[in-house]
DNA sequence: ATGAAAGCGCTAACAT
DNA sequence: ATGTTAGCGCTTTCAT
């Protein structure tokens, strides 16, 4: 990499010159400026990133804390900031917590040396689990300004982006009643979550609202096989007429299960999932969705963020956005 | 932050003295070791990366540029490469090229001014369509090592991962055809991509080989209705018994759609599509799969980048390494 | 045992 | 119009 030091020496100037110069400075001669910029452009000059965020104190880098890339909805968040930081000129640095508080801890803990200029996250299910927040607070108290999406730590003091859980599971629910349905299942793997827990009131709710209506909540652990598991409720279940799944895999084996076992879908039984669009056309009959619209969700999260790293001025109030889930019909409901 | 400056100012010491002092160097005195250690440590000092950065011309951070991250393959390759990257110290910066070569060349372009000590890629789709390098190799001229992992520009001299497309296919071929499958079809999406061709190709061969067969090749556009495609491809051809898919959705589409029919899978229909465990386990029967490995596709490209990085002796010869896929039977094949 | 100073690449206030 | 200098945070060589 060229500096503008070997420019200078080149060029037989001083090294500021030759900053001015490419930053289009008044003071320098209209010639200078010229022989300066022929230079730079022939050897492909790029002002060093690293020694402008140190003059700067500022890196244009974001830290993202993702608990599982692999997750779909989290993968499409993060395609959501990276094309958002990358309007704005932000690179994003991307560790991946693995669900683990230790990961997340130590991640916050690495990037809080300068790295990064503030941190976008979704909390670690076991951080969830145990409930600890001490580690985002001490970020935050060093200056560094978070935005968590999705799972988020309700008792931290930071802009947030959350989903509609709890109404998306009960409008769900709601839209299978009037369908006419009586044995509504809730199926999660995310039971752990606070995000599952949402949605599962959600359900719990609008069945509640129905008198005469019993809610019946599977949880299924996620190293057990899902397959047989949904399998063995419908043995023991034979009137389950809805489903309403918090996680994808299970709503897709849901159909398919059903499908398997000669199951009319969606005649005798409805299935509603959370899912991305191309997930739900994994299904067949296609899989009714609940959209989480993970993109924009990404991309709230980063404007958020670089809105807050850049405004110098006091410090506003924290906002929690709320995305609208959607509902969106398929062939697995009526 | 806390700096060196800070914490000298404090203990009226020098700022090398407390340099010193945190690095264990030998010159300085037991006491002052303790006081400035005690001192860093209520105010939880960590050494600015940028400031290192710069003085050591290194960054310890991987540029990471990949076409798709809604892809799970690519996903999962991430997940590897960020595991083993985290393992040595590296941190990722995140690109997402979303297939197209001008996004490649400008975040190519943008990192290579001195914020990552190398790259960790896959080439975008429509670069491989036309076939441009030229980014590449300035980079590495540049000084900036590149590791190429699935999608690789093979006329590019540098480290590449790869997987044992061709085979893959022809073996997996291979294998219904000793089921005793006479009419296998060849289903793919991803006709454009270098490993699309070579999945392609691998097919062909095996078929060809026999010569009572005939190779059958059908080509899905992205914005087809995959659903649609399969189900007239059945309807046209009632006598197909194998189908090998080059991609995961078509796979586990072709077996949902089989069964829609009443076709018996696998009594009548064996298939074989590249997919990770979770999503064979989507379809029902389980998909009989061909594993490409992704984790370790991305351990072996880190591991690959970071010798290369802190190797300063005589330039090595590049490497090729392929990574083998494994053949794992589910429940969709005989 | 401790400190001063230089240098990584850059910008900007301050000379000339 | 051009140059000198200081400083961002750190390490390291060279005084003292």
Redesign the interface.
């Known amino acids: ?1 060229v500096t503008l030091k070997q420019l200078a020496k080149e060029l037989n100037v001083s090294i500021s010159t030759v900053s001015k110069a490419l930053n289009n400075s008044e003071e320098i001669g209209e010639e200078t400026v010229r022989r300066v910029k022929e230079l730079a452009q022939l050897y ?1 000059y ?6 402008l ?2 003059k700067n104190n500022k ?1 244009k ?1 974001i830290g993202v804390i993702i608990p599982n ?2 997750n ?1 909805f989290l ?2 968040v ?2 959501g900031i ?2 958002e930081a ?1 309007k704005h000129g932000y ?6 917590s693995n669900e683990s508080l230790t990961k997340e801890k130590e991640s916050l ?7 990064v200029d503030g941190f976008i996250l979704s909390v670690a299910e076991e951080s969830q689990i145990k409930n600890e927040v001490e580690h985002f607070r001490n970020t935050i108290t ?2 560094l300004p978070i935005v968590m999406f999705d799972r988020v730590a309700h008792d931290v003091l930071c802009d947030k982006v959350i989903v509609d859980d709890f109404d998306s599971t009960y409008n769900a629910t709601k839209s299978l009643i009037e369908e006419g349905r009586k044995h509504i299942v809730f199926i999660s793997n995310i039971y752990d979550l606070s995000v599952g827990k949402l949605r599962e009131h959600g359900y719990n709710k609008a069945i509640i609202e129905n008198s005469n209506l019993q809610p019946t909540v599977i949880r299924i652990k996620k190293e057990d096989d ?2 047989q598991e949904i399998k063995s409720l419908f043995k023991k279940n034979k009137n389950i007429d809805g489903i309403i799944a918090a996680d994808t ?1 299970s709503s ?2 849901a159909i ?2 059903a ?2 076992l000669g199951l009319k879908v969606p005649k005798q039984l409805s299935i509603i999932g959370f899912a991305s669009k ?1 997930e739900s ?4 009959p ?1 899989l009714t969705t609940i959209r989480q619209h993970a993109k924009d969700i990404g991309a709230i999260a980063a404007e958020l963020l670089i809105k807050r790293i850049q405004n110098t001025g006091p410090t506003e109030d924290v906002k929690t956005k709320i995305v609208k889930t959607t509902l969106v019909k398929n062939e697995s409901t009526l």
């Open positions: 990499m492909n790029r002002p060093n990133k690293v020694a965020s140190l890196t880098t890339i692999l779909r993968a499409k993060l395609f990276e094309r990358s690179n994003i640095i991307t560790c991946i803990q690495l990037l809080a040396n300068g790295s060093q200056g899902h397959q895999s897709i084996i398919n299960t499908v398997n191309s056309d994994l299904a067949m296609k």
